[in-house]
């Protein structure tokens, strides 16, 4: 317990010498200043949760002395009751220290590529990857995330085969990164006369959006190949050849964009989501590597994993990797509730992640 207080004072000093540092600083090399920055930023958060820590200990000694040492009986219970309700405060404060001091996974604060993909289930499965695309952009929306399409291949009467966009802001990945696998629909299709209930599918997955720091493709490694673009209802139709396919030939990964009519926006957007693969490829090998990496995190991981069933007739959204039933499917779907689900991912998984660290 000393070694874990004397951490906990280490990071106050820390957090504190960064703060002199900044504040006294005339001339700063601008890169260090950024590291400082941002070192100071990921301090202040668990030095406030520290600070209230020892302050709670401090009220806790208190009350305790107080309650030992009352002669008058009503004050002594109240003490008493405080020593309690103080040590389940320290109790929730050390918890979430503990937490904060987990190691951080380098890409949580990236954007993310989200890919929505129509699995089995025919026209169905098209409207449904459809409603989860639109239900990813509300929920980017309501967060005050960018949301851009990259591409979107539609199939007639508002279904899509697979559509991909990227969306930016602070965190994206790691209030998504849970999403990814088979989401599954209970409902009866627009299209079903007699009212039976249809199963179908749909895949999801959420990449980190790489930069070019993060990889280098080089250029040698690409074949591009350009071809005219086409769309249901003559939608994007055009007569030069704008619609680009990149081939990463080492990894054998494929991209084909066609959703601008310029071959240029088109090869930049491809090469955006194909940057993401690979480092999503890259990712997935060095989790595998580490064993206990992969025991300790939210499912399996496999974006084949059956993930979530959305069920319309009985309103209800359920979560099989924590046993997550909620009945508010329109909200989910509408992104407001979406987060219930999330945070409660994410909880999870640092719950798991701890008791590996223990």
């Not at 991209?255 to 693969?277: F, G, P, T, Y």
Request: proline fraction near 2%; hydrophobic fraction near 35%; glycine fraction near 6%.
């Amino acid at each position: 317990m000393n070694t874990f207080r004397s951490k906990l004072q280490s990071i106050i000093k820390r957090h504190d010498d960064v703060r002199n540092i900044l504040n006294n600083s005339d001339n700063f090399d601008p890169k260090e200043f950024a590291k400082l920055s941002k070192e100071f930023s990921d301090l202040s958060d668990i030095s406030k949760e520290i600070k209230k820590l020892f302050s709670k200990e401090k009220e806790l000694d208190d009350a305790k002395e107080l309650a030992y040492s009352e002669q008058d009986s009503d004050l002594k219970n109240m003490a008493e009751i405080e020593v309690l309700n103080l040590k389940k405060e320290i109790e929730a404060i050390e918890y979430n220290i503990k937490i904060l001091l987990l190691p951080k996974d380098i890409d949580d604060e990236k954007g993310a590529i989200l890919e929505v993909r129509a699995g089995t289930g025919g026209d169905e499965a098209g409207l449904f990857a459809a409603d989860l695309f639109k239900m990813y952009e509300m929920y980017a929306s309501i967060k005050g995330w960018k949301f851009e399409v990259l591409e979107f291949s539609e199939s007639g009467i508002g279904a899509i085969k697979e559509a991909s966009a990227s969306i930016s802001g602070k965190g994206v990945f790691a209030k998504l990164k849970f999403e990814s696998g088979v989401h599954r629909v209970q409902r009866v299709p627009e299209t079903e006369a007699s009212g039976r209930i249809h199963t179908s599918a749909a895949t999801v997955a959420v990449l980190p959006e790489a930069e070019e720091v993060d990889i280098q493709i080089d250029e040698k490694d690409l074949q591009i190949d350009t071809y005219r673009a086409s769309g249901a209802g003559g939608q994007h139709v055009n007569k030069t050849d704008s619609a680009v396919r990149i081939t990463h030939i080492p990894t054998g990964t494929i991209v084909a964009v066609q959703d601008e009519r310029s071959q240029h926006k088109n090869k930049a957007k491809a090469m955006k989501i194909l940057r993401s693969r690979i480092y999503e490829n890259e990712r997935i090998k060095s989790e595998q590597s580490r064993s206990e990496s992969r025991r300790t995190q939210v499912g399996s991981g496999d974006r084949s994993e059956r993930i979530r069933t959305y069920n319309f007739p009985q309103g209800r959204v359920s979560d099989h990797r924590i046993n997550l039933t909620l009945y508010k499917i329109e909200k989910i779907m509408d992104g407001t509730a979406l987060d219930e689900i999330i945070d409660k991912l994410i909880e999870f998984d640092q719950a798991e992640k701890l008791k590996g660290a223990e």
